[in-house]
C-alpha cells in the first residue's frame, strides 16, 4: 500500500475469495483499506470484470496519493483454487499490458499465502511459472514485483526463487523478489 514512487506501477494485483473484500487484518484488502481505499467500493464498478472467464477483475484507475494506477483482484473458486487460476492473473494483464499501462509494472504479495493458506512456496512458484510463460511468449511485462511481507516468507520466497532460477537456467531480470519487512522501518529489502 506504501510504494514509494520509485516503486510506483501500473498495477497492484490482490487475491480474494470469491466476491469477499473483507478488510482484514493482516491482508493487503485490509491494508489498502486502512490507507483509504476500498477495494469493496472498486468491486461495485469495475473497469472490466473477468471472473467468469480469468477469475479476475480490474478496477477503474485509483485516485492521486498511491503509487500504482489500478487493482487487479484475482479471486479463487471461479475457475479453481489459486495455485490453478495464477495463470489467469496474466491472462487478464495481457490486453491491458498491450494498450493501457506503458511502462508495464505490477507489484503483488504472494496471493494466495496469506488467509487462503496455500504454502508461499508453492505460491511462488506458480506465479513465477505462469510469469515466465507469459513473458517469453511476449508479454510486455518489464517488471514483477513479488512482496513478501514477513521475514520467514521472505526466505522461503528467496528459497522457491533461487530453486526455480537454477532449474529453469535462464535470466530471470523481469522478476523482481522483495521483501518487505515493517519491523525495518518499513523499508523494503532488495533479495534478489
Known sequence: TCLPPEHAADVLVVSAFPNNYQPTPGSLIGALDRA???????????????????????????????????????????????????????????????????????????????????????MLEAILRAGVSWIQRGLPLQLLKIVAYWDDTAQKALAAFTSFKSKHQMPLESVLLKAFVPSVADQPEVLT
Open 36 to 122: 483509504g481505499l476500498s477495494v469493496s467500493s472498486f468491486s461495485k464498478d469495475k473497469q472490466a470484470d473477468l471472473r467468469q472467464e480469468y477469475s479476475c477483475w480490474l478496477s477503474k484507475q485509483i485516485k492521486p496519493g498511491f503509487n500504482f494506477r489500478h487493482i487487479l483482484c484475482i479471486e479463487s473458486g471461479w475457475r479453481g483454487s489459486m495455485p490453478e487460476v495464477t495463470y489467469d492473473l496474466f491472462r487478464t494483464l495481457a490486453p491491458y499490458l498491450l494498450t493501457d499501462f506503458k511502462t508495464a509494472a505490477v507489484a503483488m504479495p504472494l496471493i494466495g499465502a496469506g488467509n487462503m493458506r496455500y504454502p508461499s512456496k508453492e
